[in-house]
């Protein structure tokens, strides 16, 4: 069982940046971290993934805009939001892929892109 705590959240004016931490109970067993996004009325989607390499990838909305990272020990992951735009307007969920199989979810972080 892995647990993950997701901060960094909020209201932002468009063009702004956030910067969204998560962090892990565990490394072990776990491949790949990343971020996802749910807006209102849409499905979850991914916004960008990491795993050893590094190996990682990004949505082609936010390609050149966020940047995805970790720290060494791969107990934390964050997620830098540049010139963020109103579509960019989601819940953001950490999860922690293992290689046993289960992918693990955090509660959420709201980011509101508003003028």
């Known amino acids: 069982q892995v647990q993950l705590v997701e901060s960094g959240g909020g209201l932002v004016q468009p063009g702004g940046s956030l910067r969204l931490s998560c962090a892990a109970s565990t490394s072990n067993n776990i491949a790949a971290m990343g971020w996802y996004r749910q807006a209102p009325g849409s499905q979850r989607e991914l916004v960008a993934t990491?795993?050893?390499?590094?190996?990682?990838n990004y949505a082609n909305s936010v390609k050149g805009r966020f940047n995805i990272s970790r720290n060494r020990a791969r107990t934390a992951v964050y997620l830098q939001m540049n010139d963020l735009k109103p579509e960019d307007t989601a819940i953001y969920y950490c999860s922690a892929h293992s290689r046993l199989g289960p992918t693990y979810w955090g509660q959420g972080t709201q980011v509101t892109v508003s003028s």
């Open positions: 990491i795993r050893d390499g590094p190996n990682i």
